[in-house]
């Protein structure tokens, strides 16, 4: 098994065995199983959320902090603030990243306040390594799933895939 940036896989093309995709919750891969529903929710350092004093502050408050964006569009922000926000957002500065691996990685260093979903950050929240300083959590309509290559004949593909899938029947 070997990983990828990207959020889909072509196994025609690429060399993987099983893949986890992001995909739209209504566009699925075929043959796709979903592991679970995208949330996003605002998570920083805990030295970021003690300097900004974010435990005390006011959701409205949120758009005058320095925030750090997964994508050029902003769209999770943009997503999340009409969500949980009267006040219209106008996007604008905060330091973009490609990804949200990226971003969760600028995040745990201190340098804003990012989205993260609360599942692939669980290890982080857990240890305090990151804090959720604010309880909404948007339902994005993404979810992650698991997809194998059809024809794979090597050992252990199988096996893999089902733990994956138990893990996931497990939470």
């Keep these: 098994m070997r990983g ?4 889909g896989i072509d196994f025609s093309r690429e060399p993987f065995d099983l893949a986890i995709v992001y995909q739209p919750c209504l566009g699925r891969y075929p043959h796709s199983q979903p592991l679970f529903q995208e949330r996003l929710t605002p998570v920083c350092a805990p030295a970021f959320a003690a300097k900004h004093r974010l435990f005390e502050r006011d959701l409205n408050e949120l758009l005058l902090l320095p925030l750090i964006h997964a994508s050029a569009d902003r769209r999770d922000w943009r997503n999340w603030f009409a969500a949980f926000l009267d006040i219209p957002w106008q996007p604008q500065g905060g330091q973009l990243f490609d990804t949200l691996d990226l971003a969760m990685n600028a995040a745990l260093q201190g340098f ?28 994005t ?20 895939y089902h733990w994956l899938l138990e893990s996931r029947d497990q939470h």
């Design 112 to 139: 804003g306040l990012s989205l993260g979903d609360p599942t692939i950050v669980a290890e982080e929240l857990e240890s305090g390594a990151l804090v959720a300083p604010f309880a909404p959590v948007l339902e």
């Design 141 to 160: 309509d993404h979810e992650y799933a698991l997809i194998a290559r059809p024809d794979s004949q090597r050992q252990g593909v199988a096996r893999t």
């Design 4 to 7: 990828s940036h990207s959020h």
